[in-house]
């Protein structure tokens, strides 16, 4: 069975700082994605890196896919209170966009 | 455009009782995913269907549940009988043909005493 290990579990910072979270597998994925989730709703995608290697942007989300395609990370500078959330990875190892959830980061943002 | 629907938003049902679990995917959209997350598993794919067809039920749990898709409008997940350890929030997503963007509904939270 596959499976994503994200770390930290928890994080809890000051509005300001910076922070990375990692999500890790011995699989090989032809694509990755990162969501996010806020309580009492379903996740919501931020962004898919398919390629070794890639760097995507998204404001101040830096999201990185590992060379050999097993892990990836997301960065946030400057965190925000409304960056708080649960953050999800997820991988497709099969190629039929049958994606795999990671065990997530519950990240909470203090003003 | 409206985007996936969920119901009900919460159920609360007795150990042993049928529940039905319904999903509306967004207009267009030729996949459909059902999901289930808990504190302790986090979120698990159960089945999702290829043009109203099933094509990978290996995350359902046990013979307890079923999944149909009768139209390329609705869905439903069966549970039956229920049982406590049941109690999770149930998601449903779609996605467009050929597309990995999965988009999620708002989840039903069953709580099975």
């Known amino acids: 069975t596959q499976l994503l290990e994200q770390s930290p579990q928890f994080l809890s910072i000051q509005e300001g700082e910076n922070l990375t979270v990692y999500c890790n597998s011995s699989?090989?994925?032809?694509?990755l994605q990162w969501y996010r989730q806020e309580p009492g709703e379903g996740p919501v995608l931020l962004v898919t890196v398919v390629t070794g290697g890639e760097v995507k942007k998204l404001k101040r989300l830096t999201f990185q896919f590992g060379d050999a395609r097993k892990d990836s990370s997301l960065h946030i500078t400057a965190a925000q209170p409304g960056d708080t959330g649960l953050y999800l990875c997820?991988?497709?190892?099969?190629?039929?966009?049958?994606?795999?959830f990671g065990t997530g980061t519950r990240l909470k943002v203090l003003a | 455009d409206a985007g996936v629907i969920q119901s009900p938003r919460h159920e609360v049902t007795e150990m042993g009782q049928e529940v039905t679990l319904r999903c509306k995917p967004i207009s267009g959209h030729n996949s459909l995913f059902w999901y289930r997350q808990t504190m302790m598993r986090g979120l698990e794919l159960l089945i999702y269907?290829?043009?109203?067809?099933?094509?990978?039920d290996s995350g359902m749990p046990e013979d307890r549940f079923s999944a149909k898709m009768p139209n390329a409008s609705f869905s439903t997940l069966k549970i039956q009988p229920s049982e406590p350890r049941d109690s999770a929030v149930y998601f449903c997503a779609s996605s467009g043909a050929g597309r990995r963007e999965q988009y999620f509904g708002p989840g039903t939270r069953l709580t099975v005493t």
């Open positions: 269907f290829n043009n109203n067809v099933p094509i990978d």
């Open positions: 997820a991988g497709d190892s099969s190629g039929t966009y049958k994606y795999i």
């Open positions: 699989s090989v994925f032809s694509s």
